[in-house]
């Protein structure tokens, strides 16, 4: 039986319309459970991310999600490109970033998976344990570069602090919340990703590190308490809090929680898949209640799972 003309142009043309928006590597279409996708994910979060894919890919056989972990900055870069399907990061798209998709016809959307915290760390053999908000700011705008400035009896010497990524979301957070404004200090630098900011804390009793929570939170990583044994976490007083009787905090969940721990942020998914795919899927799946399990499990605050705070004595 011949195919009439008409009817391979109707065809030719939806074929078209379908795949409108998509990415260049949606030639064979795939499904919210099934196909081969590309996501970029902020280092920060490459632990709980892993867990997560791991888990889907589990559940769905025909699933293959590729993570391409890499500072914040160049996620949004590659999404922009259209060379990943979705971003996980700590921040959704700037008006003018959207404003560029929208000049595209493309519609991002933006699903918030957890509340994350950015944790202190210092080398184990540093006796310094807690360390005020307002003294942290003073830290980051150069105003405090020596550990006796801190600590009277300290003999550590010069100040150093180390951070993951210039463009990551870590260096992102601390322009906006603790330079205001001011450029970072001499003795602040940046390493490649969070686990070098460990192991270069863990072997330079002078440094301090700020990473991400989810590196050293999981109780049942082993990867995550090995790093964690490597390092030590400092707490960190309310930013409201009293500056004569401090109390102090650390990222654990209960005080992320409750807003008590001041370095805390929020972590989204943000896609930019025309339709619902696997991308869409994978959203869904973290968002709902097994991927919202994981980040229990993970040491991060489940940002749609309602949880119960029980407080002790």
């Known amino acids: 039986m011949k195919t009439s ?12 319309l379908y795949s409108c928006g998509n990415s260049a590597t949606d030639a064979t279409l795939d499904t919210p459970t099934s196909g081969e996708i590309t996501i970029g994910v902020d ?7 892993d867990s997560q894919v791991y888990t889907f890919e589990s559940l769905y056989a025909d699933a293959n999600i590729k993570i391409k972990n890499l500072p914040e900055a160049d996620a949004f870069k590659l999404l922009e490109a259209d060379s990943v399907r979705l971003v996980v990061s700590a921040r959704e798209l700037s008006k003018a970033e959207m404003d560029v998709f929208k000049s595209k016809k493309i519609f991002p959307v933006s699903t918030k998976i957890a509340y994350d915290g ?33 600590q009277s009896k300290s003999k550590l010497g010069e100040l150093n602090i ?11 957070y601390i322009k906006e919340n603790l330079l205001e404004g001011k450029p970072f200090p001499k003795n ?26 989810n590196w050293i939170s999981d109780t049942d990583d082993p ?9 030590k976490v400092l707490g960190i007083s309310a930013i409201d ?35 619902t795919g696997l991308g869409t899927g994978f959203a869904s799946f973290v968002a709902g209640d097994k991927g919202q399990r994981i980040i229990l499990k993970s040491g991060l605050m489940p940002a749609t799972s309602p949880i119960r705070i029980v407080g002790f004595r």
Not at 6 to 16: F, G
Not at 243 to 253: D, G, H, I, R, V
Request: aromatic residues 12%; hydrophobic residues 40%.
């Open 5 to 16: 003309l008409p009817l391979i142009s109707l065809l030719s043309l939806s074929i078209y």
């Open 43 to 49: 280092e920060t979060f490459a632990p709980i991310i």
């Open 118 to 150: 950015l944790a202190l760390i210092v080398n184990p053999e540093n006796e310094f344990s807690n360390v005020e908000y307002s003294d942290l700011k003073d830290i980051f705008q150069g105003k405090y570069n020596r550990w006796d400035s801190l």
């Open 162 to 172: 180390v951070f993951d990524n210039e463009g990551s979301s870590t260096a992102r």
């Open 188 to 213: 602040c630098f940046a390493v490649k990703n969070n686990e070098e900011v460990i192991n270069y804390v863990s072997t330079h009793k002078q440094a301090m590190g700020i990473i991400g929570v």
């Open 223 to 231: 990867a995550s308490q090995k790093f964690k044994e490597k390092i």
């Open 241 to 275: 809090g009293n500056p004569l009787a401090p109390e102090y905090f650390k990222p654990y969940q209960a005080y992320i929680a409750l807003k008590k721990y001041p370095l805390t942020r929020t972590l989204y998914i943000v896609s930019r898949e025309g339709r």
